[in-house]
């Protein structure tokens, strides 16, 4: 008995693929626009660590579909590369004084092997990696439009700064005032930066979303992230003070309850608001306040504190004065960073006044007490004046009809989103192509100049002061200026990881091209890119970022769609299981035994343990190594393992018994093809009826990605085979078809073993007949008052009445109908009779 030789087989095919460029695609004109598709796969990071066994699960993925694409005669671009520029490599080479260059280039080495003993069908001469000179200088060409758009600009506000990793982030790496990569708490730092207008594309970003075929939870991500907000910017007049305060609201239906205003700490307003008994107590305020970060300042449990100004405020509608406080719960980054405090309807401001004595009005109908507690619900305008009796949609228009009749406010929209910050302190990203000169300013590098090098330094170790490990090169920063040859300085901050990712979709298209970064051509034969798979990790960070820079280029006119990427799918996450004693601390793996089925103890105490999922981690010794399965079981059993774990989209645990499972499946098939041996007779019906439904239903699971189900109809052939007598060739070549797009080794293998010559990626998928999928024989359900009692087994198309009288021909239902009288009879042919009795 031969073992399936998954080794010898992985390793001939692989070849074959490769010495025949079986996957190398162009862009053939004969083929129809509808037939051509664009996979894409989010590339990876390379980082020391290897591949890890969620990165072939969207690969497999994205490569069965496109394997099954070309079957229906579809021309496919399917490329990989790397987003091979950040932080590990950069933080190794500190460790280590290797060059991050050295690093990158042997994982990425690492990993480029790692993927392709998989077997994936990629388009091997499009690879591209974005610290490759010849990708970064498009990087930085891409900025210079961007720069020269006035999309770019320097800023000296404030920013969110990691003492980590010794950068500046933007928003989007701040997750719950954590850097998003080290969890260490955000500080503001007073740095100079560069900005990208990501906001100008606000609306933009926005409105398209609705045009995408994308999971609704990462469009609702991002229209939250972009956060459009609707009000109205309201005047107040300060007592005794030519000028005038600007607040944002929502609400300015409730001005009549507005007892107070906040201005931040940082508003430009609050030295001149500071009445001189107040100095000395405001400035204590502005320094404390200044050491906070903005989740301490805005945290809803956090205690409210504030300090008042010494100035009061006219309220426009009623003329009556109220006190300007200085609070940092009201951030200088939204909105004006001013606000009219409305304590009995928002509970901020409600904790505000109760904490520091202010006054609180009820202008919404209340169910209670708004001196205890503010009332955040909707209700009926009172003590409002014109307002009174209204709803709060009538309310708003008719106060903001009233603001702009007496030019003291009007309509405004505003957003949560903020310009990107755009610049790193750090060595290892692309060079910002600008050169600073003292008389003609910021000037672009050339475009003809492109790339700008990154120098080679000593010390890649961040200054940590605000400036780039590059800043200390004297020789590079000294330059000439491009405009008027004068001494001038480079630029020496570097891009984020996130710019090479913003764009690489589109030099896959065209990646070796040295005159620009995609023919217009090859760019309107492929994009948009019909379907991309990834994790969900990128719903605000990378998808955002390419929209936006993808846009700029459509404005441009160098790309031909509003959008990169029609088609969006995110892959579940691969866990593991974990072992978890009583007081719900984790035992390692390795220290687990299983002494039953599902029944797990720690090997020290023979402490019974509940098996949980959990996150791979080393600390928990649960995590998988692709290397070792593939080695162990073969890339075909990798594969078709992780498609049959679960729907792609849902998050699962790694099970190795599951593993093993597919690989006996595997065997099963191999020993079909080896020992059975192929027979030159036709197909019972019985068998062929089985293997078009396998058809119809492997054809219509692969187009909607849902391959578990798939896989599980080729099992039910596969189990048929076992138990017919013979193995028609007709089978064997179509299960061969079947099989290619998930188990393409293995497919190719009994494909050539059948005697053909041709390979599987040059034939056609294979095609079946309806009228051999549907059942003859259907299962007929009685129901009593829409009760299942009863059911038979008849032949498929009886008619209304027949049905009927068959039903009432059953015993079952004789029994439930006596004594009953029949109120209603309803058939659904084919299907199920109930009768309604009384
Ligand atoms: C009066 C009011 C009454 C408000 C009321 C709310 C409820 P969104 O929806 O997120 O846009 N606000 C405005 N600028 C702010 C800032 N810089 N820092 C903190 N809070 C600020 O929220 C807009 C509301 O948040 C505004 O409407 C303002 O409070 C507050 F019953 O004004 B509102
Ligand atoms: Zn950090």
Known sequence: MSKYPFHEIETKWQRYWEEHQSFAVTEDERVPADKRMYVLDMFPYPSGAGLHVGHPEGYTATDIYCRFLRMQGYNVLHPMGFDSFGLPAENYAIKTGTHPRTTTEKNIENFRKQIKSLGFSYDWNREVSTHSSDYYRWTQWIFLQLFKKGLAY????????????????????????????????VVRKNIRQWVLKITEYADKLLNDLDSLDWPESVKLMQRNWIGRSEGASVFFRIDGLDAQLEVYTTRPDTLFGATYMVVAPEH?????????????????????????????????????????????????VNGKRIPIWIADYVLISYGTGAIMAVPAHDTRDWEFAKKFDLPIIEVLKSDIDVQTQAWTEDGLHVNSDFLDGLNKEDAINAMLSWLEEHKLGSKAVNYKLRDWVFSRQRYWGEPIPLVHCPKCGTVPVPEDQLPLLLPEVTSYEPSGT???????????????????????????NTMPQWAGSCWYYLRYLDPKNTECFVSPEKEQYWMPVDLYVGGAEHAVLHLLYARFWHKVLYDLGIVSTAEPFKRLVNQGMITSYAYQRKDKSLVPTDMVEEVGTDVF????????????????????????NPDEIINEYGADSMRMYEMFMGPLEVSKPWSTTGLIGVYRFLDRIWRLYDEKGVSEDAPSLELNKTLHKTIKKVTGDTNNLNFNTAISQMMVLVNELYKVETFPREVAESLAKLLAPYVPHLAEELWQRLGQTESLTKVSWPTYQEELTVDDEIELVFQINGKVRSKTTVTKGLDKDASLALAKADEKIQGWLEGKSIVKEIVVPDKLVNIVVR
């Open 268 to 316: 430009p307003l609050v030295s001149s608001l500071t009445k001189s008994a107040q100095t000395e107590a405001v400035a204590e305020y502005l320094e404390a306040s200044a050491r906070k970060s903005d989740l301490e300042r805005t945290d809803l449990a956090k205690d409210k504190t504030g300090v008042f100004s010494g100035s009061y405020a006219i309220n426009p």
């Open 466 to 492: 605000g400036e780039s490990p590059l800043a200390k090169i004297d020789s590079w920063v000294n330059t000439t200026c491009p405009v008027c040859g004068g001494a001038a300085k480079r630029e020496t």
């Open 601 to 624: 103890v720690e090997k020290a105490t023979g402490q019974q343990l509940e098996r949980v999922v959990a996150k791979m981690s080393k600390s928990l010794k649960n995590v998988i």
């Open 154 to 185: 320097e800023s000296h506000t404030p920013i969110n700064w990691c003492d980590q990793c010794k950068t500046g982030l933007a928003n989007e790496e701040v997750k719950d005032g954590k850097c998003e990569r080290c969890g260490t708490p």
